[in-house]
């Protein structure tokens, strides 16, 4: 089955810098990538997702590009806010149900 | 659009009693909706699947008879934890299928039995 890996578990930045996560995953029929933010007690939004026909996606900060050769993809966030503190999951789908990485906490000091 | 709730947000109950949470799909029609389950600072793993007007398909390790899954229309799936135990404290989140394969969650609901 889908196995998803997800780094760094942890990510300090400061305000205004980038901030990059990284996932991989290892089903090459995986045709689906979506990321999502987490705040504490709440459940997991969907901020961006990218479907395996795009190489990269932009939404205003926040972009995914997607590498199918080396089944890799990575959510970029650039110009961090402290509003942007939170925990960050990304997915890989075929058809089915969403296989999750084990998340990314990200802290952006002001 | 696409907004999911769950109800209730939190909930504390006696060891033994039963516990049922709701998920509804607000603006739009889900045949397939998903239970998770979430342990404090891990990922959310998956507990089952359910479908409009058929049975839950649940994922290994997870008692079908313990974790009572309805989904009797097409807004509305509910979670039943049975004779319920500390063990099954947990945050469970529900999430519905919109438009092919995106999943949109619920706020979650946070169940401490004591």
């Known amino acids: 089955g889908e196995n998803v890996e997800q780094h760094p578990s942890t990510l300090s930045v400061q305000e205004g810098d980038s901030a990059v996560i990284k996932c991989t995953y290892s089903d090459s029929a995986s045709n689906y990538f979506p990321w999502y933010k987490q705040e504490l007690g709440k459940g997991p939004q969907l901020i961006i997702d990218i479907r395996s026909n795009v190489g990269e996606k932009k939404d205003q900060r926040i972009a995914v590009t997607l590498n199918k050769t080396a089944k890799h993809f990575s959510l970029h966030i650039t110009e961090t806010q402290p509003e942007d503190s939170a925990v960050y999951f990304c997915a890989a789908s075929t058809q089915a149900w969403l296989v999750f990485g084990a998340g990314t906490i990200l802290r952006v000091k002001s | 659009g696409a907004v999911v709730s769950q109800h209730p947000s939190w909930v504390i109950c006696k060891s033994g009693t039963s516990v049922k949470i709701e998920c509804r799909s607000l603006?739009?029609?889900?045949?397939?909706m998903f239970w998770y389950r979430q342990f404090p600072k891990q990922s959310l793993m998956l507990m089952a699947t359910s479908n409009e007007g058929s049975k839950a398909t649940y994922e290994q390790g997870v008692e079908k008879d313990k974790f009572l899954i309805n989904h009797a229309s097409l807004t509305l799936s509910t979670l039943t934890v049975t004779s319920a135990h500390p063990e099954d404290s947990s945050f469970y989140i529900c999430s519905a299928r919109h438009r092919g394969q995106t999943q949109y969650f619920g706020p979650g609901t946070r169940l401490l039995v004591l």
């Open positions: 603006d739009f029609q889900a045949t397939t």
